[in-house]
């Protein structure tokens, strides 16, 4: 991802293994402060996914690809390392497929095999939005939902990726920018990645996404956690609502995803499990509690949005309809 620094500009990744610790940007601060966080065990990394200072599916496969090196770095179990990292987050698909990917190379040097993965994906990124960049014309106006730009993604993002080829290639575009709700992660992530490329956007309310979509909107592009055999997908709370809205008013909605993010073992979005996070993330906004004490919050951090609202899934493969993967 590109960042400006007081020195230009500065192309860094999301998460990274040097030496025998792994340094990854600290999700959770961004965009008041700028922090490189360095994680030396396995157990430090679970740590790291569960509290989203790493956060995004891809990110969060690179993440337990990284923590199961960190655990042969240390000589630890590698099974007892690879149940811890399964419980971290248990929606996005790409933690466990990182998990199982390097267990299979457990006679290897895991830690080479860690930034295989992670390069792996950076490059499947990049074909996705060569891929997807085809569907942005020049003059439209798109909207997206949470962050899956290369803080969620290792490096060039998902949903993000088209709109970087996009715009790299001089197409007048301009962003949409769902605040996403309730940690915030399109206001304070996808606007700040889309301000140190310099791309055209605006943050806008979750509920204000439907009065765009009416006048103004001509592409969806989101990212997905999740996607059954069926094309149901799991993507942060939001999503399902804005699939809906798309369908009514005659936008097309496309996700972006890897390969990575299919789970070919479950046939519908029923069986994929909802993360439920804590109550406090709804009641407060940073330190401050915005609700009256005695209220109680729900708190799903992803919905699942059926496959017949996706127009097609953008993957480093091709632009697939649902029901031909």
């Not at 922090?35 to 430090?44: A, G, L, M, P, Q």
């Not at 971290?88 to 006679?107: C, G, Q």
């Not at 962003?175 to 996403?180: H, K, N, W």
Request: overall charge positive.
């Amino acid at each position: 991802m590109i960042i400006k620094t007081a020195k230009g500009k500065k192309d860094i990744r999301a998460l990274w293994l040097e030496g025998r610790a792994v340094k990854a940007i600290d999700q959770r601060l961004l965009p008041a402060k700028f922090k490189i966080v360095t994680i030396r065990t396995h157990k430090e990394m679970a740590d790291a996914i569960s509290n989203m200072t790493v956060r995004g599916a891809p990110s969060i496969g690179a993440a337990a690809a990284y923590g199961m090196a960190l655990a042969w770095l240390n000589r630890k179990d590698l099974d007892g390392a690879a149940k811890i990292m399964r419980a971290t987050r248990p929606t996005a698909h790409d933690l466990f497929y990182a998990v199982d990917w390097m267990l299979d190379r457990r006679s290897g040097d895991l830690a080479e095999a860690a930034d295989e993965y992670a390069d792996g994906i950076v490059e499947m990124c990049k074909k996705i939005g060569q891929n997807g960049a085809r569907l942005i014309k020049n003059g439209h106006k798109i909207l997206t939902h949470c962050n899956a730009g290369a803080l969620a993604t290792v490096d060039f993002g998902t949903a993000l990726a088209p709109i970087r080829v996009a715009y790299r290639a001089g197409k007048d575009i301009f962003v949409y920018v769902d605040e996403t709700r309730p940690r915030l992660q399109g206001a304070k992530l996808t606007a700040w990645e889309l301000v140190n490329e310099g791309i055209p956007h605006r943050i806008i309310p979750d509920n204000a996404a439907g009065h765009y979509m009416k006048d103004s909107v001509d592409i969806v592009i989101v990212g997905a956690d999740r996607i059954a055999v069926n094309g149901d997908f799991a993507n942060k709370i939001g999503t399902y609502s804005k699939a809906v809205l798309a369908k009514e008013n005659g936008v097309p909605f496309y996700v972006a995803a890897p390969v990575s993010t299919f789970d070919r073992k479950i046939r519908n979005g029923r069986e994929i499990v909802i993360e439920e996070r804590d109550e406090d993330e709804v009641l407060s906004v940073g330190h401050c509690r915005i609700a009256p004490k005695g209220s109680r919050a729900l708190n799903p951090s992803f919905d699942v949005t059926p496959f017949r609202y996706v127009q097609g899934f953008i993957t480093e493969n091709g632009i697939l309809k649902p029901g031909t993967f």
